[in-house]
């Protein structure tokens, strides 16, 4: 593709010449007379490169150069100057010219220089959306997970995140609604505008109106001024409501307004403020059974949840568990930490309620707490470990293993174990890891181990 290049010189002749010169070489070349017809054409079409005369009536070469630089600081612009004048040109620099020819100059050093700077817009091109990709899978990295489930969350971020839909992020406590609602901020167009969250079951009944909406002096005791709201804060940004299903009934409809009419009223005042801001929801509560008992409205919902987005508990996604400890262990400056297998299967068949929040705060106590090396299960919690004792009914009632007087090697018992839950489900390896309450891939781990093959190989 063509290089599209705009000259902007007052003296007709050397116009020309330039645009001859160019145009042999292969570029699309358009030209301006003066610095007022240079920024109209350029704002009218897209340009890779500006060439502009120093010294010209009317708007100078300098003016053009930082109405260039407001308009696109990534366009380069190389500066024509009279011989002698290169303190001139050092100036130019300085305001953000690439470079600078003086005249007079022969065609092969105009060719050079413009090469040169368009080789430079081609490379600094590269690199910003190189640096974008790294941000891009740094901030990713901090949702971590491999599993289909977490796929799919990463599939509708990266689809609706620059969009300025609505969307509710729906999920258990811990499982990081935040953390993804900050990426759909980070990654929309409104990322250099704020992200305001606000916690709707945090803040007083009779003071939450206030905080989202604002208020005027006078509209209630001790509003000894104008006060902004969440809204007013998050204008160009995103607003984030997080525990939005707490949201009183009574205020339901002003919120339902301000997502419908993109506009809200403070308390206490007598006009409506216009904003521009997308709007984040979250909540662990069932809404939809709040939908059912009335406590939520079904026009809100509609309206908030545009985009549902459910994120999965950490019991959804146990395959999940080996990276994020080792993504938490790195976090907390502890990467070498080794997990001892009898550990890994109790940490991967516990039922962690608290979900990767609770995964997060157990990994620090552990690294504080232990030895620095290895990670033992003797070194969890009794809660932990719970989950990997066998219940076995006593006083009368049926073992679930019984063992012979003699003893049992424990390695036959579970190799047994692992054999009779395949055959129960058909040599589903998916299935009886779920039936067995543990990880498919320890599951895979203790096939291997006791050489235990599907019939059909």
Not at 91 to 109: C, L, S, V
Not at 358 to 386: C, H, S, W, Y
Not at 428 to 456: C, D, W
């Amino acid at each position: 593709m063509k290089a599209h290049i705009l000259i902007i010189d007052d003296d007709t002749s050397l116009r020309r010449v330039l645009e001859y010169n160019l145009q042999e070489a292969g570029y699309q070349v358009v030209s301006a007379a003066d610095g007022e017809e240079g920024l109209r054409l350029f704002g009218e079409q897209a340009f890779d490169l500006v060439i502009t005369d120093m010294k010209m009536p009317g708007m100078d070469g300098m003016q053009v150069l930082a109405q260039l630089k407001e308009r696109s600081p990534h366009t380069l612009v190389i500066i024509i100057t009279a011989f002698g004048a290169v303190d001139v040109a050092v100036d130019a620099m300085k305001a953000g010219a690439h470079d600078y020819i003086t005249k007079p100059f022969n065609r092969d050093e105009l060719r050079m220089s413009v090469a040169k700077a368009l080789d430079f817009t081609g490379l600094a091109a590269e690199n910003r959306r190189l640096k974008s990709e790294l941000a891009d899978q740094a901030d990713f990295r901090s949702l971590v997970g491999a599993s289909p489930e977490m796929e799919r969350v990463f599939h509708v971020v990266r689809k609706v995140a620059d969009t300025d839909a609505s969307v509710l992020i729906t999920g258990e406590s811990g499982t990081g609604k935040e953390l993804v609602a900050r990426l759909l901020h980070k990654h929309s167009s409104r990322r250099d505008g704020p992200f305001v969250p606000i916690n709707c079951a945090a803040i007083p009944r009779e003071l939450l109106e206030s905080e989202l909406f604002g208020h005027v002096k006078g509209a209630f005791t001790g509003a000894i001024k104008d006060k902004p709201g969440k809204f007013a804060l998050a204008e160009g940004g995103t607003l984030f409501l997080d525990e939005v299903g707490e949201l009183p009934v009574e205020l339901q409809p002003k919120l339902l307004r301000a997502l419908q009419e993109r506009v809200i009223d403070p308390v206490g005042g007598t006009k409506s403020l216009k904003l521009d801001v997308r709007v984040v929801g979250a909540t662990n509560r069932d809404i939809e059974g709040a939908l059912v008992e009335g406590s939520f409205r079904e026009d809100l919902y509609y309206r908030l949840a545009v985009i549902p987005l459910q994120l999965p508990s950490l019991r959804e996604r146990r395959d999940d568990i080996p990276l994020l400890l080792r993504y938490f262990c790195t976090k907390h400056g502890a990467a070498a930490v080794a997990y001892e297998p009898a550990a890994m299967t109790a940490l991967s068949s516990y039922h962690w309620p608290g979900n990767v929040r609770e995964l997060e705060n157990l990994v620090e106590r552990l690294l504080i707490m232990g030895n620095g090396k290895v990670i033992t299960v003797g070194d969890l919690p009794a809660k932990v470990r719970g989950d990997l004792v066998v219940p076995i009914q006593r006083g009368g009632g049926a073992k679930v293993v019984n063992l012979p007087d003699e003893g049992y090697s424990l390695e036959q018992l579970e190799r047994e174990v692992v054999m009779e839950s395949l055959e129960r489900k058909g040599w589903n390896q998916t299935a009886a890891a779920r039936f067995l309450r543990i990880p498919r891939h320890i599951l895979v781990y203790r096939m291997e181990k006791y050489g235990i093959q599907s019939p059909e190989k």
